[in-house]
């Protein structure tokens, strides 16, 4: 077992109040995503976790999958009213699904701070175009690399810089730590450009969200 997927397996079960975005500032991001996807489509969750976002995406008429390397969070996310087919993998692999499989790929809640390495993320790129469709759009959040100073230390957590753009993130309360590698909006446009006509849009001051609509 990974030491990320240990980490998301200690803290499921605190995952939604300790972890999660409050209601107030979860409904904005999610409108903004609804719109982003538009007319219901077929949608690939990366990092589905807990699901907090799965009751929106199928009230407006979409068709999801998830995929999440933590079997906790998947038995808590099929606990919802409404599940969904889940698969449990690594989103840093070759994704399990087929060529042009999805309209749209999600990857919310700095589901993508957790990269193994630098490198990892060119062919996580060309995986998310290999299984969207023709004009299928990519959207995620991501932090910058300013999160972490300002994050610091605060109730059971600790953040210690690493690097200029990697920090380890410590859970005191199940003796659990992830490392966190944080890129600019620079390293996203290069990683992303050859597969995506890319937007970038800020989401507070140390947080943007990255729209990629799939070059054809």
């Not at 975005?21 to 007319?39: F, I, K, N, V």
């Not at 068709?63 to 969070?73: F, I, K, Q, T």
């Not at 749209?104 to 993320?121: F, K």
């Amino acid at each position: 077992m990974s030491s990320t997927e240990r980490f998301f397996d200690a803290i499921a079960r605190r995952y939604d109040h300790d972890y999660a975005l409050t209601r107030e500032a979860s409904q904005p991001r999610l409108a903004r995503l609804l719109a982003l996807l538009g007319t219901p489509r077929r949608v690939l969750d990366l990092g589905v976790g807990t699901g907090r976002e799965l009751p929106a995406l199928l009230d407006a008429g979409h068709e999801v999958r998830g995929l999440d390397l933590s079997a906790e969070m998947i038995a808590l996310c099929n606990k919802r009213a409404r599940p969904i087919p889940i698969l449990q993998g690594d989103l840093w692999e070759p994704l399990p699904f087929g060529p042009a499989s999805f309209d749209a790929v999600i990857a919310l809640h700095g589901t993508l701070a957790h990269a193994p390495s630098d490198a990892s993320l060119p062919p996580f790129a060309a995986e998310v175009a290999r299984v969207l469709a023709s004009g299928g759009v990519f959207v995620a959040e991501v932090p910058r690399p300013s999160w972490i100073d300002a994050a610091g230390s605060r109730g059971a957590s600790d953040v210690t810089r690493v690097d200029a753009h990697v920090a380890r993130y410590e859970d005191r309360r199940v003796a659990a730590s992830i490392e966190a590698r944080l890129f600019d909006e620079a390293r996203w446009r290069e990683v992303l450009t050859p597969w995506f006509h890319l937007e970038i849009e800020p989401l507070g001051e140390h947080e943007v969200r990255l729209i990629g609509r799939r070059c054809d």
